[in-house]
């Protein structure tokens, strides 16, 4: 059963946070250049396109810890230091994403369907730079939670020290 319940945890950590990560990522580009022609309808596109699928994705995303918790419980590993620093992260990266990410990239396209001007709007510059700063950090924590994943200091298994 540990097979299994890894087995989906990986693949739900590849199929949800690979997207989002990456949405996430690309949103604040194109978000710019949306923002840059308020009167071309299709610059903002992609802009559109990048958060809905940072919404659905981070919806799905939630498969990722639900799974990783039950393959935990089933290795024993809960107790594990590594373990509960990667939840820590997991949560932190979460977090991140519902309450600074999302909000701000809704911002983003509310204004690009009000046909607001980026240029002459320096917080609507500010929020796509923040957004691309979060991202990244959003993206550093899965990193390491990733690593720990692989590494698991402390291990049994020949990985790691």
């Not at 590993?77 to 701000?104: C, E, F, K, R, Y």
């Not at 950090?137 to 790691?160: A, E, K």
């Amino acid at each position: 059963m540990s097979a299994f319940l890894l087995s989906v945890h990986v693949l739900a950590a590849i199929l949800a946070i690979g997207p989002v990560s990456i949405a996430a990522s690309m949103f604040p580009r194109f978000a710019r250049i949306g923002l840059a022609a308020p009167d071309d309808l299709k610059a903002g596109a992609a802009a559109h396109i990048l958060h809905q699928i940072t919404r659905v994705y981070a919806v799905i995303g939630v498969l990722v810890p639900v799974f990783g918790i039950a393959t935990g419980a089933s290795n024993g590993a809960l107790g594990d230091t590594w373990l509960i620093v990667s939840m820590i992260l997991t949560a932190m990266a979460a977090a991140l994403l519902i309450v600074l990410i999302l909000p701000n990239q809704t911002r983003v396209i509310q204004a690009l369907d009000a046909g607001a001007d980026g240029l002459r709007d320096p917080a609507l510059d500010g929020i796509t730079r923040r957004l691309g700063m979060l991202t990244g950090v959003f993206n550093l924590l899965w990193v390491i939670v990733v690593v720990l994943m692989i590494y698991r200091p402390g291990s049994t298994t020949g990985v790691g020290l």
